[in-house]
Each structure stands twice: as structure tokens, then as C-alpha cells.
């Protein structure tokens, strides 16, 4: 156990870099909703088809180089991978708004999915080589507040940036920061707290011993194979493959089943596509910190995808002709679904040892690929065949009650006490 208060100064310090860090990766992936809504379509002679593929190719490239990615990062070093991760997705993201054809935009976008592949599961070790447990909820639910905030903030600027400058302009705009930004990164990350210059040598040492304490108590797990062969890792893939079909198909055409929905602007688009973004900022906030207080996480992640998924139900049941309510529903489903990603994170680390933790979160990250192509892909093919989001939203519901199952069935940590100098499971 802790006996010592660890330096709160790592909060201030570490929690706005990697915000930044993952709202720019978020940023330079989701904005192709808006690109979409805008008229890139028309401009390339795209179908409807071929938009859903386009739009879900960067969770192919995203899905195949995960693993690889999170094993440098735990290997190696998280601040070299980020840095050059920074330089090329922003680079990709810039380059979209220069195509002029669609073989060219489809490789882009598988582009930006593979430089960007690592970074989520890299942050998510780079949070545990700084925080511990009883921090570690809120401190991921910080790094993916860049994922709500960004699309927040994106949707109302790209839906000025469109309407102003067409959606070109946009994309170059959006993918310069990326690059800016990594040379900030550059000077200002270490990869460990021994590494630090701005923690004092007892501040270290008592951190390191907190993170050294965690690991004495865990069930030992000799490598990879065996880590990801684990029970509880092999349904959290599968789990978080379900929530992503329904977050994801939500985030890349929200803009879309808006646009269509009413005889909206782009500016109004962008407005009302925020607002579930700004429910979920609260809703995550909220989830993360009664999770590390409890100290429980499975009960902050089902119920919140089971009002999700009700959401969407409720949404199809309604029907296109009440605009509101299904709006209203909307907000409710995207809250819902980002609420638990703080509590779910923090699952791994508590299950498995350092040695193994970043390549099963790499692995389950991976998995919530597959399932954020499959959502993103299906769901613009549905708006698109049936010229309705109804159809949609019943397939989002259906993941989202698939992963509720799952995550009732994932059995908790098993911890291991010294008895008579002998490790034994608890």
C-alpha cells in the first residue's frame, strides 16, 4: 500500500501533454466526417460505397500495427515513437486535402491509420509508468478526453473552416498542428519519473516504490503468448470489438445523419454534432472519478454501454420524423458510450503485470479497430443504401449490448500473497 503522497505536480505536468498529444491524433482522424458531409464525395466522384470504405480504411492500417507499436513503446521508448508518429499523421492528415483522385486518398487514409496505430496503447504505458492505480481511471480518462474535447471543439471549427473555405482547406489546415507539435513534444517528455528534472530524487524513489509495490502483488505472467491467451484478455478483445462499432460509426458520421436528418447549415451541423461531446466530457469526468474511489471498473463500464444502447433503440423506434427527440437521443447515446473509457483502461494493469500489460492493451486496442472499421464501414454504407440512419442505429445498438454481456462475464485481478516465502494465488 501507499504509506507516502505521491507529487501532484505529475498531474499538472504530464495530464496537458497528453491531452494534447491525443486530442491532435483525434483531430486528424475524425475530421474526414466532416470532409464527407462537405462535399468531398461530389468533388472525387465517390460513392456511397466507396465514402464507407474510405472512411474506415484508417482502422486498418490502425488494427495491423498496434501490437508492434506497443511493444517498442514498452521496450524501447514512448517519446521517441510519439515524436515521429506526430511528424507523419499530421503530414497525412495535411496531404487529404491535397488528392485529387481516389486511389490516392485511399492510401492516405491507410497511411494516417498505421503512423497513428501506436499511440493510443504508447500513452496508455507511458500513464503507467507515471501513475498508480488508485490514479490510473482518471489519469486515462485525461488522455482520452482528447478524443471528446477535440471533437467538441473540431466540429464547430471545421464546420466554420468548411463553410468558409471549403473542406481542402480544412484538412491542410487541421494536419499543421501535428507537426508543430512534436517538436514541443521533443523537449518537454521523459519517458520514466527517474528520467525527470523536475522531481526531487525523494519524489522519485517514492513512486517507483509505489509502481514497484503493485507489480510484487500480481499473478506472474511470462510473456506475451501467454498473456493474450488469458480469459479475461480474449473477452475484453472481443468486448471492446462490439463498443467500437458503436462509437465509432457514431463519431465518423454523426455529421452526416445530422446534415441529412434537417435542412441544417454546415455551421448548424457543427454545433449540434458537439454537443454529445460535451455531454461526455462530464460523463467520462464523472465515471473516472467514482471508479478510482471505489476502486471497482466493471461497474462504470456496462451500465454506461447499456444506456447507449437504449439510446439507439429509442432512436429507431422513434423514427426520421421527430428531428428532436432523436437528436436528444443522440446526445444521450454518445455520452453514454464515452463515460467508460477512464474505468476500462485501468482493467489491464490490474490484471496483468508490467512485462505484459502494453501489448494486451495494444491487443484489445487492436481488436477496437477491427471493430471501429466494421462500425464506420456499415453504418455510412446503411445512412447511404437506406438514405435513413434508422438502420444504423439499431446495428450500433446491437454491439453496444454484446459488449454489456461481455463485460459482466470478465472475471476481476487475481492477486498473489507471500506464504512462507512461496508466491500463491489469493
Same mark, same amino acid.
Not at 521523459?190 to 514497484?212: C, M, V
Not at 457514431?250 to 441529412?260: A, D, E, G, M, R
Given at each position: 500500500?501507499?504509506?507516502?503522497?505521491?507529487?501532484?505536480?505529475?498531474?499538472?505536468?504530464?495530464?496537458?501533454?497528453v491531452?494534447?498529444?491525443?486530442?491532435?491524433?483525434?483531430?486528424?482522424? #475524425?475530421?474526414?466526417?466532416?470532409?464527407?458531409?462537405?462535399?468531398?464525395? &461530389?468533388?472525387?466522384?465517390?460513392?456511397?460505397?466507396?465514402?464507407?470504405?474510405?472512411?474506415?480504411?484508417?482502422?486498418?492500417?490502425?488494427?495491423?500495427?498496434?501490437?508492434?507499436?506497443a511493444?517498442?513503446?514498452?521496450?524501447?521508448?514512448?517519446?521517441?515513437?510519439?515524436?515521429?508518429?506526430?511528424? *507523419?499523421?499530421?503530414?497525412?492528415?495535411?496531404?487529404?486535402?491535397?488528392v485529387?483522385?481516389?486511389?490516392?486518398?485511399?492510401?492516405?487514409?491507410?497511411?494516417?491509420?498505421?503512423? !497513428?496505430?501506436?499511440?493510443?496503447?504508447?500513452?496508455?504505458?507511458?500513464?503507467?509508468?507515471?501513475?498508480?492505480?488508485?490514479?490510473?481511471?482518471?489519469?486515462? &480518462?485525461?488522455?482520452?478526453?482528447?478524443?471528446?474535447?477535440?471533437? %467538441?471543439?473540431?466540429?464547430?471549427?471545421?464546420?466554420?473552416?468548411?463553410?468558409?473555405f471549403?473542406?481542402?482547406?480544412?484538412?491542410?489546415?487541421?494536419?499543421?498542428?501535428?507537426?508543430?507539435?512534436?517538436?514541443i513534444?521533443?523537449f518537454?517528455v521523459?519517458?520514466?519519473?527517474? !528520467?525527470?528534472?523536475?522531481?526531487?530524487?525523494?519524489?522519485?524513489?517514492?513512486?517507483?516504490?509505489?509502481?514497484?509495490s503493485?507489480?510484487?502483488?500480481?499473478?506472474?505472467?511470462?510473456?506475451y503468448?501467454?498473456?493474450?491467451?488469458?480469459?479475461?484478455?480474449?473477452?475484453?478483445?472481443?468486448?471492446?470489438?462490439?463498443?467500437?462499432?458503436?462509437?465509432?460509426?457514431?463519431?465518423?458520421?454523426?455529421?452526416?445523419?445530422?446534415?441529412?436528418?434537417?435542412?441544417?447549415?454546415?455551421?448548424?451541423?457543427?454545433?449540434?454534432?458537439?454537443?454529445?461531446y460535451?455531454?461526455?466530457?462530464?460523463?467520462?469526468?464523472? /465515471? /473516472?472519478?467514482?471508479?478510482?474511489?471505489?476502486?471497482?471498473?466493471?461497474?462504470?463500464?456496462?451500465?454506461a454501454?447499456?444506456?447507449a444502447?437504449?439510446?439507439?433503440?429509442?432512436s429507431? %423506434?422513434i423514427?426520421?420524423?421527430?428531428?428532436?427527440?432523436?437528436?436528444?437521443?443522440?446526445?444521450?447515446?454518445?455520452?453514454?458510450?464515452?463515460?467508460?473509457?477512464?474505468?476500462?483502461?485501468?482493467?489491464?494493469?490490474?490484471?496483468?503485470?508490467?512485462?505484459?500489460?502494453?501489448? #494486451?492493451?495494444?491487443?484489445?486496442?487492436?481488436?477496437?479497430?477491427?471493430?471501429?472499421?466494421?462500425?464506420?464501414?456499415?453504418?455510412?454504407?446503411?445512412?447511404?443504401? &437506406?438514405?435513413?440512419?434508422?438502420?444504423?442505429?439499431?446495428?450500433?445498438?446491437?454491439?453496444l449490448?454484446?459488449?454489456?454481456?461481455? &463485460?459482466?462475464?470478465?472475471?476481476?485481478?487475481? !492477486?498473489?500473497?507471500a506464504?512462507?516465502g512461496? *508466491?500463491?494465488?489469493?
Open positions: 500500500m501507499e504509506t507516502k503522497k505521491l507529487a501532484a505536480r505529475r498531474w499538472w505536468y504530464i495530464m496537458p501533454i491531452f494534447i498529444t491525443y486530442s491532435l491524433a483525434y483531430l486528424d482522424r #475524425a475530421n474526414y466526417g466532416f470532409a464527407a458531409a462537405a462535399g468531398i464525395n &461530389t468533388d472525387l466522384g465517390i460513392t456511397h460505397g466507396t465514402s464507407s470504405l474510405i472512411g474506415a480504411l484508417f482502422f486498418l492500417g490502425y488494427f495491423f500495427f498496434q501490437i508492434p507499436g511493444m517498442y513503446a514498452q521496450r524501447g521508448s514512448v517519446k521517441k515513437m510519439i515524436f515521429w508518429s506526430l511528424i *507523419l499523421w499530421g503530414a497525412c492528415a495535411a496531404l487529404t486535402g491535397m485529387s483522385n481516389i486511389p490516392m486518398l485511399m492510401v492516405i487514409r491507410f497511411t494516417l491509420g498505421v503512423v !497513428e496505430a501506436a499511440v493510443m496503447p504508447a500513452m496508455l504505458i507511458y500513464i503507467c509508468n507515471w501513475f498508480t492505480k488508485t490514479e490510473r481511471s482518471r489519469a486515462n &480518462t485525461f488522455l482520452i478526453l482528447g478524443n471528446p474535447v477535440t471533437v %467538441l471543439w473540431m466540429s464547430v471549427l471545421s464546420g466554420y473552416l468548411v463553410n468558409s471549403g473542406w481542402r482547406h480544412m484538412m491542410i489546415a487541421e494536419g499543421i498542428p501535428a507537426i508543430i507539435w512534436a517538436v513534444w521533443w518537454v521523459q519517458d520514466k519519473p527517474a !528520467e525527470s528534472t523536475w522531481l526531487s530524487p525523494e519524489e522519485k524513489a517514492d513512486i517507483k516504490a509505489a509502481l514497484d503493485e507489480q510484487a502483488g500480481m499473478k506472474p505472467v511470462r510473456n503468448t501467454e498473456a493474450f491467451k488469458s480469459p479475461a484478455v480474449m473477452k475484453l478483445c472481443a468486448q471492446y470489438f462490439c463498443w467500437s462499432i458503436g462509437v465509432y460509426g457514431f463519431v465518423l458520421w454523426l455529421p452526416s445523419i445530422l446534415k441529412n436528418a434537417s435542412a441544417i447549415s454546415m455551421v448548424e451541423t457543427g454545433w449540434l454534432s458537439a454537443v454529445p460535451l455531454a461526455a466530457i462530464i460523463a467520462m469526468l464523472l /465515471s /473516472s472519478w467514482a471508479s478510482d474511489k471505489l476502486q471497482n471498473r466493471k461497474l462504470f463500464v456496462w451500465p454501454l447499456l444506456i444502447a437504449i439510446a439507439f433503440l429509442g429507431f %423506434l423514427g426520421s420524423g421527430h428531428f428532436w427527440w432523436s437528436y436528444t437521443l443522440l446526445v444521450i447515446a454518445g455520452a453514454a458510450m464515452y463515460a467508460p473509457y477512464g474505468p476500462f483502461f485501468a482493467i489491464i494493469p490490474e490484471l496483468l503485470p508490467k512485462n505484459v500489460a502494453g501489448g #494486451a492493451m495494444a491487443l484489445i486496442n487492436s481488436m477496437g479497430a477491427l471493430g471501429s472499421f466494421l462500425g464506420s464501414y456499415v453504418v455510412g454504407y446503411l445512412n447511404g443504401a &437506406t438514405g435513413s440512419p434508422m438502420a444504423s442505429y439499431l446495428f450500433m445498438a446491437g454491439g449490448l454484446m459488449a454489456v454481456v461481455l &463485460t459482466l462475464w470478465v472475471k476481476g485481478p487475481v !492477486e498473489v500473497k506464504v512462507g512461496q *508466491l500463491r494465488s489469493a
